[in-house]
């Protein structure tokens, strides 16, 4: 059995069916948001990985800007998510007859998920990442929310020197590499690193959202091995 991550699909059914091919019956894959939007076949995407066994759905920002827009006519949740790329996502959806069923499957995602891989690390999984720290009592702080698939302003926080966190690993997505390279590197430029995850926060933080629509690139993580298996192919859209 191997368990994997992958995220930030964006409408590109054919990576998910590429994965789907490789995978063995007993293979568990943690898929960390944002199936849809953007790209060619958003709905689909998000269909087929919600009624897929083998995939662990992990809720992003675009499944929640949906999840607000459907069923509310044209407001500020349509605006916000037709902005995001969202509008021939959530026109397909609302032609749906039993609509109202996938809209509470998207509501009831969960936001993270904590795996112990093969060499003993905890790997903390969620759509926009974290920085983890304990409450006054020593434990996880509970981080729920917005907070883990909207945030991007952990890139720069230093590592916790804790004993517990010293064999953590978080593994995100929500901010396309190129982007995230920006912030935490300026001086390194996508065309200077293999295609691939993203590796930062002194190896405890991996971002693993290529942005696929735009770079045709997409990578699936081995949570036990940390092999990755890149996949590419043309981009549906551009920078």
């Keep these: 059995m191997a368990t994997y991550a992958c995220s930030d699909f964006h409408g590109m059914l054919h ?5 789907k091919e490789q995978l063995k019956p007993e293979d568990v894959v943690y898929f960390l948001g944002d199936a849809g939007d ?6 689909e995407t998000i269909k087929a990985i919600l009624d897929d066994p083998q995939f ?7 499944e ?16 916000l998510l037709r902005s995001n790329g969202g509008k021939k ?35 903390y999984l969620s ?21 883990l698939i909207w945030d991007r302003d952990h890139f720069l926080d230093e590592w916790p020197q804790d004993e517990m966190f010293k064999k ?26 293999e295609p691939g995850a993203l590796w930062y926060a002194d190896g405890h933080k991996c971002c693993i959202d290529c942005g696929a629509v735009f770079t045709g690139i997409c990578v699936l993580l081995n949570l036990d091995t940390w092999d990755e298996d890149v996949f590419m192919s043309d981009p549906f859209l551009k920078y």
């Design 38 to 43: 953007r790209g060619p076949h958003p709905w």
């Design 168 to 193: 953590a690993i978080v593994i995100h997505g929500h901010t396309p590499i190129p982007y995230l390279l920006d912030d935490i590197d300026p001086c390194c430029k996508m065309q200077d690193i």
């Design 89 to 123: 996502t959530c026109e397909q959806a609302m032609k749906e007859p039993n609509w109202k069923e996938w809209k509470a499957r998207l509501i009831d995602l969960p936001t993270k998920a904590t795996y112990i891989n093969a060499q003993g690390e905890t790997v």
């Design 64 to 79: 929640d800007m949906l999840v607000d827009a459907m069923g509310h006519g044209y407001g500020s949740a349509w605006a």
């Design 56 to 62: 662990i759905y992990i809720k992003g920002n675009h």
């Design 127 to 147: 759509h926009a990442g974290f920085t983890p720290s304990l409450d006054h009592q020593g434990h996880l702080r509970h981080i729920w929310g917005e907070d």
């Design 15 to 19: 990576f998910y069916k590429t994965i």
